[in-house]
């Protein structure tokens, strides 16, 4: 079995940071790719970055300049720095992980940007 467990999610006003980080445990080997996703509400599931297992990483257009991804491959954890925040960030966050044994979803956690 595997788990994600998301946190650092809240509310946040314009112009502020968040940090969110994504723990992966239980039966999972060889992570490849680790990526944040997001859904507001109406919207579908959109990619926000995502990082390889080299480091290398990818971002949505929307968010490059303002958000960081990082990994610490010993725990299986990554994060996603957000600075400078938008209300079009508000959203559901979601980690997701791809490895040798699967793609893995976490619960998602709810990224408010308001005044």
């Known amino acids: 079995q595997v788990q994600l467990v998301e946190s650092g999610g809240g509310l946040v006003q314009p112009g502020g940071s968040l940090r969110l980080s994504c723990a992966a445990s239980?039966?999972?080997?060889?992570?490849?790719?680790m990526g944040w996703y997001r859904q507001a509400p109406g919207k579908q599931r959109e990619l926000v970055a995502s990082?390889?297992?080299?480091?290398?990483?990818n971002y949505a257009d929307s968010v490059k300049g303002r958000f960081t991804i990082s990994r610490e491959n010993a725990k299986n954890t990554a994060y996603l720095q957000m600075n400078s925040l938008k209300p079009e960030d508000t959203a559901v966050y979601y980690c997701?992980?791809?490895?040798?044994?699967?793609?893995?979803w976490g619960q998602g956690t709810q990224v408010t940007v308001s005044s």
């Open positions: 990082i390889g297992s080299s480091g290398s990483t």
């Open positions: 239980g039966s999972i080997f060889s992570i490849y790719v």
């Open positions: 997701n992980v791809a490895s040798v044994t699967g793609h893995y």
